[in-house]
């Protein structure tokens, strides 16, 4: 059984003859003699008694009626939504690293909600190497993620750069200082992403280059956690600018220049290539990337044919 056989039907039911439903859905008379003829032999049964000028249904066919009536009903009902973008009720997930949730999308994710009331949005929140697993594994729409990020499967639009200065608290001996070298902040206790974190990467790699090795290590995932450590004097760290400006700006906080170093990173959109995006989750990256004003490059990264249907 498929829908074109429960056209046939209907449309013979309804006309009560072969031709005449024929001539109502514009196709020949054979086409709709042989989909009853399938139907019928798919389900055993007659539907319909054949008189010479006209079809009557069987009792099979009356009860077969009914059932096709509610699913032309509900096909019906399927189309007009997807044709107004009607997905109320539904929802889809996405990703996104922890201080983009936190200080980047509240105000975004607010605005489209209340444009979007019936909608169910559902956020993962983690580092970036799972976020992409997410997507590898078609569980999220897309990402906000720290790069740079490199897999076969996954594009990335770089949103903005983030700096990374060492953050101290106010009453730390660096806060009078004001610039320090780097061995001097490898003696402190240090403070810095988990391992595998893009952000500690960077870190890392410099470290590596100039041949030093913190003599304290702390690590943590949460950027809100790790600035309340800052803040009470437990560590130094180098966080993202993005993460304690408002601690820096009240004073409980002080940016700390590094002699020779100077660390940033990006934060990007990710998606699977070729992915496709419905209205809504458009309207939501749309948002996301205007805010960045990306609008132009993601439009040009789509159609060279990383999401070809995505508008």
Same mark, same amino acid.
């Given at each position: 059984?498929?829908?074109?056989h ?39 049964i ?31 009902e ?59 594994l ?8 720290s790069?740079?990020?490199?897999h ?14 060492l ?7 660096? =806060?009078? *200082?004001?610039? !320090? %070298? ?8 240090? /403070?810095?992403?988990?391992?595998? &974190? #893009? ?5 890392d ?18 950027p809100? =956690?790790? *600035?309340?450590? !800052? %803040? ?8 993202? /600018?993005?993460?304690?400006?408002? &601690? #820096? ?14 660390f ?48």
């Amino acid at each position: 059984m498929n829908l074109h056989h429960l056209r046939y039907f209907l449309a013979v039911a309804r006309s009560g003859g072969f031709t005449s439903a024929a001539q109502n859905l514009s196709v020949t008379q054979p086409t709709v003699s042989n989909g009853i003829s399938e139907l019928e032999k798919s389900l055993k049964i007659q539907l319909f008694n054949r008189h010479s000028r006209h079809v009557e249904l069987t009792l099979e066919g009356k009860v077969m009626m009914n059932y096709a009536l509610q699913i032309e009903d509900t096909l019906d009902e399927l189309e007009e939504r997807l044709r107004h973008h009607d997905l109320g009720g539904e929802g889809f997930n996405f990703g996104a690293i922890d201080a983009a949730v936190i200080y980047m999308l509240p105000d975004l994710l607010k605005g489209f909600m209340d444009d979007n009331p019936r909608m169910q949005l559902r956020a993962q929140v983690g580092p970036s190497r799972q976020l992409v697993d997410d997507l590898i594994l078609n569980k999220s729409e897309f990402a906000l993620i720290s790069l740079p990020f490199s897999h076969e499967k996954i594009e990335t639009l770089s949103l903005f750069h983030d700096s990374m200065p060492l953050i101290v608290g106010r009453n730390h001996i660096f =806060a009078k *200082r004001g610039r !320090v %070298e780097m061995a001097d902040v490898i003696a402190e206790p240090l /403070l810095l992403f988990n391992t595998g &974190s #893009v952000s500690r990467q960077i870190v890392d790699e410099k470290l590596s280059e100039l041949g030093l090795i913190p003599l304290k290590v702390m690590e943590m995932g949460s950027p809100e =956690a790790m *600035r309340k450590l !800052v %803040e009470v004097g437990f560590a130094v760290s180098f966080l993202p /600018l993005m993460t304690v400006n408002e &601690s #820096v700006d009240s004073g409980d906080l002080c940016v700390v220049e590094v002699d020779g170093v100077i660390f940033r990173r990006e934060i990007g959109l990710a998606w699977r290539r070729g992915r496709y995006f419905g209205s809504l989750i458009r309207q939501l990256i749309d948002r996301i990337v205007s805010s960045c004003n990306k609008n132009t490059e993601l439009e040009v990264m789509l159609k060279q044919g990383t999401g070809k249907n995505n508008c």
